[in-house]
């Protein structure tokens, strides 16, 4: 069932400087001739359907859209064109802790902001225990919140909104603030909401935690819809759109493809371990990085060689046959596909592009192309409790994430 | 899954804006917490609380009856002046309080404008709720001195709390309509201070409407202040009630409140993108 259908929405802003803003201005504008305005449109035509129990990503640039697309959805401004139907009980976190007074204690801010969510005081009432539970701060529920810590603050105000009950929960980056401890309690809860049936509308800029959490992603580009889809197929087209790459690449219809007179670059893909096409990645598979070159002079001992940077564009490692039995064997001419496996539990979230070459050592070294930002991939962390990142569920620092081995013995 | 409990469909506003009234029902709630924040809040950290409500109606009534009584000597008929400007100071205070803190209510909860939905109405209508609390103070005030100069009350006084629900229709008509104008025009901020002195003097706060001509007494009654004002004394006092006057004070009051809502309804979309 469909529970959310956006049809041709569009909501175009007048820009600041234009706007009269006092009575004066108001004035003068009546006797002056009317001005070209300067308007922007936030989005045009933006039309998708959400069905019960989707959890949806939504992704973009600053300015694409995305604001003003949820902003519309929880009902805070009206849309200039279009309409949108929502079957059910919206709940919508655009911030956390809103109305939330600091001269108010816990508990009575407790109240004030569920009442603000749209919570009813006996719902409020049946859920306090809980809600105080969750945000640990029972010690202090009585103390007014301008002698919280802020970790104190953000664990209150979270814990209101994450008992919150809406048919559609509404959610916008909350939870990149507040302390990463908690954070993976947060993230568990939104999985929950996921997963009890409920349909859940996300915005973030994190990827990775769009990867995790959704299901479906939309990708909004100057106030237009420019994907719509699984969330890592998505996100995966809207980093390579960022890159102009994709996660396969085929050199053969090329005019001039990466080549020297002894090794032309064909094809290259990311393969997952069933050797299928993929860019997206369980962090606790292997990733198959796949070669196709065709050896145009024979006797050469060709070298494939491959640099992998994430996106920050820092160049993580480099990686070259020297463990095969190719890698001091020459080639006879012709085509060959080489792959590249890159072991499961090793490199963290994110998304990469790899830089390919094909080197000989002898007589001297010879690079005999180098192609850049050739193809790409990302890797998931699908939150099991069985990877590196263990129970935790926040934002995970570091561009590599392997999973080693601990040993503790009494000292 | 739960059972699907409201549709609700969004779309541009249009030119006719309905008033939706059900809407403020249906978060009543909301409006009762907003309101009791609204009280606590104000008298938290001060250093004699509610003592303040009291404060405030009694300084002023003793300036101005050490002004009035003795330099410019009004005659209230056969009630005593302190008592006669209590009377109209309370209700004064309160729509003057109350249309202060109305106007600045969605300045003040920006956050709430721009991160929450519910039905806008309940921002300025809380302030005004807020300010009846110090009302209460000051009714209890006024019957205390009713006591102490000996008043006698007529049956007449059962009408009084009809009188003091007019004024705060007078509060919250005035109170929605400077808090939304007040989003588009922070010139609202200089300009009401000086409307609320300008309308104190024009109101018969520290005089007696029988101070004017008959006539004039009916062009007064169109500040809807002058015939809830005049009701209210004649409620407790038990004087004859000027029904021209009231009468056309309450249609006055009436047309207020539309033309305030009108405005509101008409301004109300465009808060969130404005404030």
Not at chain 1, 358 to 366: A, G
Request: charged share 20%; proline share 4%.
């Amino acid at each position: 069932m469909q529970v959310i259908k956006a049809d041709n929405l569009s909501k175009q802003y007048v820009l600041g400087s234009r706007q009269p803003n006092s009575v004066r201005e108001v004035l003068t504008g009546l006797l002056k001739p009317a001005e070209p305005k300067h308007t922007i449109w936030a989005l045009r035509d933006v039309n998708f359907s959400v069905d019960d129990g989707e959890r949806l990503g939504l992704i973009g640039h600053n300015g694409a859209g995305k604001s003003t697309l949820l902003k519309i959805l929880s009902r805070i401004t009206k849309p200039t064109g279009g309409k949108a139907l929502i079957r059910g009980r919206v709940g919508s976190l655009l911030e956390v802790g809103t109305g939330f007074h600091s001269e108010l204690s816990g508990r009575e801010n407790i109240y004030m902001n569920g009442a603000i969510l749209g919570m009813k005081r006996a719902e409020i009432k049946r859920k306090f225990d809980e809600i105080v539970d969750f945000s640990e701060i029972e010690e202090f529920l009585d103390t007014p919140v301008k002698h919280y810590s802020s970790g104190m603050y953000m664990r209150l105000a979270f814990s209101v909104a994450a008992h919150l009950d809406p048919e559609i929960l509404i959610v916008d980056e909350v939870l990149a603030v507040g302390d990463t401890s908690f954070q993976k309690k947060c993230l568990r809860k939104m999985r929950d909401v996921g997963e009890s049936g409920r349909t859940v509308v996300f915005v973030s800029h994190d990827m990775a935690s769009i990867v995790r959490l959704c299901d479906r992603a939309i990708a909004l580009n100057h106030g237009t819809i420019v994907g719509d889809g699984p969330a890592s197929d998505v996100v995966r087209e809207y980093i390579s759109a960022g890159w102009g790459i994709k996660s396969e690449r085929d050199f053969t219809a090329d005019q001039k493809p990466p080549q020297s007179d002894t090794v032309r670059l064909m094809k290259m893909r990311m393969v997952d371990k069933q050797g299928e096409t993929n860019g997206s990645f369980d962090i606790r598979d292997k990733i198959g990085i796949e070669m196709t070159y065709e050896a145009l002079r024979p006797g050469e001992t060709l070298l494939p060689n491959l640099q992998i940077f994430n996106q920050d564009r820092v160049h993580l490692f480099t990686i070259h046959d020297v463990a095969s039995e190719w890698t001091h064997r020459p080639k006879d001419a012709g085509v060959y596909v080489s792959t590249a496996w890159i072991p499961a539990n090793f490199m963290a979230e994110g998304s990469f592009a790899v830089n390919a070459a094909v080197v000989t050592y002898t007589p001297t070294l010879n690079v005999h192309f180098y192609a850049t930002d050739v193809v790409i991939f990302d890797i998931f962390d699908p939150m099991t409790g069985d990877t590196a990142r263990g129970d935790f569920g926040g934002k995970m620092e570091g561009v590599m994430r392997p999973m080693v081995d601990w040993e503790t013995r009494n000292g | 899954m739960t059972e699907i409990t409201e549709t609700t469909t969004i779309e541009p506003s249009g030119h006719f804006a309905s008033l939706d009234l059900g809407e403020v029902w249906k978060y009543r709630e909301l409006l009762y917490f907003l309101t009791v924040r609204d009280i606590k809040i104000r008298y938290k950290q001060t250093l004699i609380g509610v003592t303040w409500a009291v404060l405030q109606p009694v300084l002023t009534t003793a300036i101005f009856t050490v002004i009035f009584s003795r330099f410019a000597r009004f005659d209230t008929g056969n009630v005593a002046y302190p008592l006669f400007a209590l009377s109209g100071l309370i209700i004064w205070l309160f729509v003057h309080n109350s249309v202060s803190l109305a106007s600045s209510s969605f300045v003040n909860n920006t956050n709430l404008v721009t991160k929450v939905y519910f039905p806008r109405l309940i921002v300025p209508v809380a302030a005004t709720l807020g300010a009846l609390f110090d009302l209460v103070f000051g009714l209890l005030i006024l019957v205390g001195m009713m006591i102490f100069f000996g008043v006698t009350p007529t049956s007449q006084i059962l009408l009084s709390p009809l009188f003091v629900l007019l004024g705060l229709g007078v509060a919250v008509a005035f109170g929605i309509l400077f808090s939304a104008l007040n989003v588009r025009f922070r010139d609202v901020k200089f300009a009401l201070p000086f409307l609320l002195q300008v309308w104190m003097i024009a109101s018969p706060i520290f005089y007696p409407t029988s101070l004017l001509s008959e006539k004039w007494r009916l062009v007064f009654a169109l500040n809807p202040l002058t015939g809830i004002l005049d009701g209210f004394r004649s409620s407790l006092f038990g004087s004859p009630f000027d029904w021209p006057v009231i009468g056309v004070s309450v249609a006055s009051l009436i047309l207020l409140l539309l033309v305030s809502l009108f405005v509101f309804k008409s301004m109300e979309d465009s808060f969130a993108d404005l404030i």
